[in-house]
């Protein structure tokens, strides 16, 4: 027992030793508490300044911060061009808006180098990446199309968006006068502004976007609060539960079915190719029975003015098809003798399964209806474009591809 306690003892004395040393260390070498230290709640409150472009209220920190340098010695009043470098917001009557302009067809330039790799050429969205052209009349499906022309509000906030956030990976590398242009090649996409439209700051608050008056004042506060309010059902919740869509449809997981799927495609491959190259084969005759697109001048006269609205209209589509000498084909095939011509009937060119095994013949009934729908007149081909909404537009375009 002795051996112990003076074990413990020991240790005791220790301690006490270390904890005496320590107080000692602080009491010489740590600061006092002021008397009446300074604390941020005793700042009296800055003045509001109205912001020059949206109205709303900053300058609260910018006064804070010259209050806190004189106090504490931290930070410094941003200087205004530093401020100017955040005040890129645009408000939807324009305020806000540099000075710049740009018309369509300089937008389809800078759209294609900037935004087509993710919102495809015609603005209808690459995969699933946002589509910004189309969609107009769907708002009350029960899978609407949202985009620029359908849904939204303001064309500030298309201005907005694209100035501050775009293209991506690369935010506020385009100059006002490029957004002014993708922003004009974004409207005529949606046929909401003809070819020869330039949108600038002085036009800007003129013109109105189709969905103004779609939306209403949030409500759910007063209506609908109170019904989510009480206590959460956590099982038994419904009586029965149904598979109403699956990812796959909703093209939200791809599909690659595993070996077994790949197996299935790899075997149903050959037979695809035999009955496309049928249809290839049917349809060969009667295209060499078709008449000569000169025979088809001859029996019904061009008309000039028509043809040359049509070569406006065609811009759109020269970005997958050619037409002319030396056309060849591309994404589409080459257009040259369209009119009349059996469906399919270009030899080297690789058509998707639904259009080879459509038949029939490319008369004007059939342009028409395809160029104004070409992804509801032909379920399942691979033209990406969302059509031609203006029939004298269809009329155009078909009367120049009768020239060649």
Known sequence: MSKSLNLYAGTAVGIALVLTASVNFADRNVAKWPESPRTMAALPAPEPVAHASSGLLVGAA?????????????????????????????????????????????GETVFEE???????????????????????????????????????????????????????????????DEVYAIVAYILYSNDLVDDDFVLSDENFAEFEMPNKDGFIVDDRAETEYTIWSGEPCMENCKESVEITMRATVLDVTPDHGGEDGMAEEAAAAPAETTEVAAVAEEAAPAAEEAPAAEEMAAAAPIDAALAAEGEKVFRKCKACHQVGDGAKNRTG????????????????????????????????????????????????????????????????????????
């Open 62 to 106: 910018e006064a804070a911060t010259a209050d806190a340098d004189k106090k504490f010695g931290l930070g410094r009043a941003a200087l205004p061009e530093e401020v100017a470098a955040w005040n890129v917001d645009v408000s939807p009557d324009g305020t806000g808006l540099p000075a710049g302009s740009g018309d369509v067809w300089t």
């Open 333 to 404: 095939p080459v257009l040259n003798g369209i009119v009349d011509r059996p469906i399919a009937s270009v030899g080297d060119f690789k058509y998707s399964k639904s259009m080879a095994e459509h038949g029939g013949v490319w008369d004007v009934e059939t342009l028409h209806g395809y160029l104004a729908d070409p992804r509801n007149y032909i379920k399942g081909n691979k033209m990406s474009f969302a059509g031609l909404k203006k029939p004298e537009d269809v009329d155009a375009v078909i009367e120049y591809l009768r020239q060649f």
């Open 114 to 176: 900037n935004c087509a790799v993710c919102h495809g050429s015609f603005a209808e969205g690459v995969d699933n990446w946002p589509k910004l052209a189309g969609g107009d009349g769907t708002l009350d499906h029960e899978d609407p199309l949202k985009t620029v022309g359908s849904y939204w509000p303001y064309l500030s906030t298309v201005w907005d968006y694209v100035h501050r956030s775009m293209p991506f990976g690369s935010a506020q590398t385009l100059s006002p």
